[in-house]
């Protein structure tokens, strides 16, 4: 029974063409149309900017570094079982093309280009399925615009990708792979001429006017709610941009004003949703190194004349306090410290695949430190390690008698999932208060409800976590591993700058993990409190 409630709680969330297209593509692929490619504009483009870098994963023809794990082609081929479907994926990306030093590895480019056109028939999988050959097409027409000459055959393969991805885009999916399948067809569309390549832009035009405006929020942020996808969203937006600049008479001005306006808005977000150290705060699948830095896309964004600006949904509550409303996040700053709130539902309902059991968790930031984090994501799949690292265990927040917040399981599913409600923010005469209750524990015995109140000053943060009706239940703050775990006498400890102590609950350390990257996961420890009578109170001060 408990597995048939897991599987309606999960599926009755999904649209209707989500469930059309999950059963229309079991059935057999159509065969790729190999028919001669329509006319190509060749050339650098005089005003195409630099797109946004990452850090290299190529040090030569057959050596690639993806999601920290390295391997050479000649060992392990373009597929098979010899990595795993997130790494084989990668490698369809070729994101080393517009990496940095990437002129300094021209060489090795055209030859692994050859080695793919020559190693992936048209279909073939993984090569060939919607997502990869989505960036794989972005990514060669970006450096084909940078003024590299094409290999032999490149132009033709990328004609019959684009015809092949167009019968196959994945509205299964939805979110951000149909984004992508639409970018690329905008991408290719715009680099052909004829009535093919038109069809080929009108149809990713109309994808993108319809999915940008569920996608990206009132307050500028991705409705997934991960900064990292955030982060990707965002050199999307920067890349059209930069596409339209180039090639102005292919896409109508209006939608690149409604470009350059959305990337204006996503920046805002995503400076709000980043510590003091510059990179991204860890809620819901994030790890840094996926997308370029904030750093890098701040620079690309500046190139394009892309500015920053708040969007209408973003609310200044007070000095130092920004509330991304529909996103549900809270960012609240003071002289020393940086303040994270989780006040979010999980994600889209039909599209949860990223989110974690995170509620009402925070990260915190003191003296440009992380200090209290989430425990990030290191990994995809669907074994033990990935539903641990999205359960609530792994996060900065309660878990009532064990279980999560919200129900998550397989690699990228979930089923019943909290909901944050009575939220509220004030600021008064410096301090900040922001509290909220969630509902994801009401499936238990008595239908418990958690609520927090986060209050920040100058020099302090006090946390305090109510359930109610009280029973077994056991908040965690886990420390930034670079940070000292230290007892500082009965109910206190030394976390680098802070020192936290418990005014109600019962303090116990315990083994914990932070992943900043992808395969990076470190040791650390949780400050874990359990709460008396449904209550405790942790007081943070440095």
């Not at 208060?433 to 969630?438: D, E, T, Y």
């Amino acid at each position: 029974m408990a597995a048939l409630s897991r599987y309606f709680h999960t599926l009755r969330h999904l649209r209707g063409r989500q469930v059309w297209f999950q059963l229309k593509r079991r059935l057999p692929r159509p065969r790729p149309n190999l028919s001669a490619a329509p006319s190509w504009r060749a050339g650098r483009e005089l005003g195409w900017t630099l797109p946004a870098r990452r850090e290299p994963s190529l040090s030569d023809a057959g050596t690639m570094t993806f999601v920290g794990a390295s391997g050479k082609l000649d060992e392990l081929g373009w597929s098979g079982p010899g990595a795993e479907l997130l790494w084989r994926y990668n490698q369809h990306y070729f994101d080393d093309l517009s990496a940095f030093g990437a002129a300094t590895r021209s060489d090795s480019h055209r030859t692994l280009i050859a080695r793919w056109l020559a190693g992936n028939l048209p279909a073939s999988r993984p090569g060939w399925d919607p997502y990869p050959t989505s960036l794989r097409l972005v990514n060669w027409c970006k450096w084909l615009m940078s003024g590299a000459e094409p290999m032999p055959g490149q132009v033709a393969s990328m004609a019959v990708q684009a015809r092949f991805l167009s019968g196959n885009l994945e509205y299964h999916v939805l979110g951000n792979h149909l984004l992508a399948n639409a970018k690329a067809l905008v991408f290719v569309g715009s680099m052909f001429e004829g009535q093919e390549a038109d069809k080929w832009l009108r149809t990713g035009l109309r994808i993108l006017a319809r999915e940008l405006s569920e996608q990206i929020l009132s307050d500028g942020g991705n409705f997934e709610r991960s900064p990292m996808y955030h982060a990707l969203c965002l050199e999307d937006m920067l890349d059209l941009v930069n596409l339209a600049t180039a090639r102005p008479a292919r896409i109508d001005p209006s939608s690149v004003e409604s470009w350059r306006q959305t990337a204006s808005n996503m920046r805002f977000w995503l400076a709000a949703m980043c510590h003091p150290d510059g990179e991204i705060a860890h809620f819901n699948d994030a790890a840094i190194g996926i997308a370029p830095s904030p750093a890098e896309l701040a620079r690309y964004a500046e190139e394009l004349n892309v500015s920053v600006a708040p969007a209408k949904g973003v609310e200044q509550v007070g000095d130092g306090v920004i509330w991304l409303r529909e996103s549900g996040y809270v960012r609240a700053e003071t002289d020393d410290a940086v303040l994270f709130c989780d006040v979010a539902p999980l994600g889209p309902d039909y599209l949860p695949a990223h989110g974690h059991a995170d509620t009402l968790s925070f990260e915190l930031s003191v003296k440009g430190r992380r200090v209290i984090v989430n425990g990030g994501t290191s990994r995809y799949g669907s074994g033990a390690e990935r539903i641990a690292e999205r359960g609530t265990a792994a996060h900065s927040t309660v878990m009532i008698d064990g279980c999560n917040s919200s129900e998550v399981w397989g690699g990228f599913r979930v089923a019943r999932r909290a909901r944050p409600f009575d939220i509220s923010i004030e600021v008064d005469k410096g301090i900040a208060m922001i509290a909220a209750s969630h509902d994801g524990y009401k499936r238990l015995p008595r239908s418990p409800v958690h609520s927090r109140a986060w209050r920040i000053s100058g020099r302090s943060l006090e946390v305090v976590d109510r359930v109610t009706p009280a029973c077994p239940a056991m908040g965690r703050f886990i420390a930034h591993p670079d940070i000292a775990f230290e007892n500082a006498g009965e109910g206190s400890l030394q976390l680098g700058p802070v020192h936290l102590e418990v005014e109600t609950g019962a303090l116990r350390r315990a083994p914990a993990f932070h992943s900043a990257r992808f395969a990076g996961k470190r040791s650390t420890e949780a400050a874990c409190i359990t709460l008396e009578d449904g209550r405790s109170r942790v007081k943070l001060a440095w």
